[in-house]
């Protein structure tokens, strides 16, 4: 069990330009979850997946945001025409899908918007 | 909506010596779980206590315990014995029972000074 890995660690992108993240959860972990933390704030929920499904999107979810888990194990968060506002610590977190269970999260990519 | 309030943006406290961390927490709901999180500077977010609402006996871990007040809506973390490693962010985090959108407040940063 190596934890829950993101990719990159950090990213640096002009105004207008489209990121996408990765994410892999703990291998049996069937729940993954995406939040964003910006300076001074605590994490705020994206969305989750169960599996390959997509159950929860929150309103910080704009359009010029898409997540996707094709397969049910890795997932990927891709951000298009970034804004400056945009520029967070974007966490991933999984957990096994008991109910309640903690979420185990991951170091999150850093975005910052130029 | 659900909200958590941390009122202490930074603490200090010197090793060895006992600090308790204050959260409060807004909610219409009696299926509820709650939770502290640690945050180490530049390292992943890990679960450090969980407490839920139906248990009226406070949960402990090793070092850490909260002092719940259900009626007060209170749920302080007290670190006793406090060690260098314990410096970091701590977040206070609120789970709705039924829900996976875990809310959480923006956090205290603790200093464990030697």
């Known amino acids: 069990d190596t934890g829950v890995s993101q990719d990159p660690r950090h990213k640096i992108t002009k105004r207008g330009q489209n990121v996408t993240f990765r994410c892999d959860p703990i291998?049996?972990?069937?729940?993954l979850y995406w939040y964003r933390q910006t300076l001074g704030q605590g994490p705020e929920f994206l969305t989750y997946?169960?599996?390959?499904?997509?159950?929860?999107k929150s309103r910080l979810l704009s359009d010029r945001f898409s997540a996707e888990r094709p397969k049910g194990s890795f997932s990927t968060l891709e951000i298009q025409r970034t804004e400056q506002g945009d520029s967070a610590m974007y966490l991933c977190?999984?957990?096994?899908?008991?109910?309640?269970?903690?979420?185990?999260f991951g170091n999150g990519t850093r975005l910052t918007v130029t | 909506a659900q909200t958590v309030t941390q009122s202490q943006p930074e603490m200090s406290v010197q090793e060895a010596e006992t600090v308790t961390l204050s959260c409060t927490y807004d909610?219409?709901?009696?299926?509820?779980?709650l939770f502290w999180y640690k945050q180490p500077p530049s390292r992943q977010m890990i679960l450090v206590i969980r407490?839920?609402?139906?248990?009226?006996q406070n949960a402990t871990e090793n070092r850490f315990s909260v002092n719940f007040q259900k009626a007060a809506k209170s749920f302080s973390l007290k670190i006793s014995d406090s060690q260098l490693g314990d410096t970091a962010m701590y977040f206070c985090?609120?789970?709705?029972?039924?829900?996976?959108?875990?809310?959480f407040g923006k956090g205290t940063k603790l200093t464990v000074n030697p």
């Open positions: 909610t219409s709901e009696n299926n509820y779980y």
């Open positions: 997946f169960q599996n390959e499904a997509q159950l929860e």
């Open positions: 977190a999984s957990s096994p899908g008991t109910d309640n269970s903690p979420l185990h």
């Open positions: 985090a609120f789970l709705q029972g039924g829900s996976e959108k875990l809310v």
């Open positions: 407490q839920e609402a139906y248990k009226q």
């Open positions: 291998s049996e972990h069937n729940r």
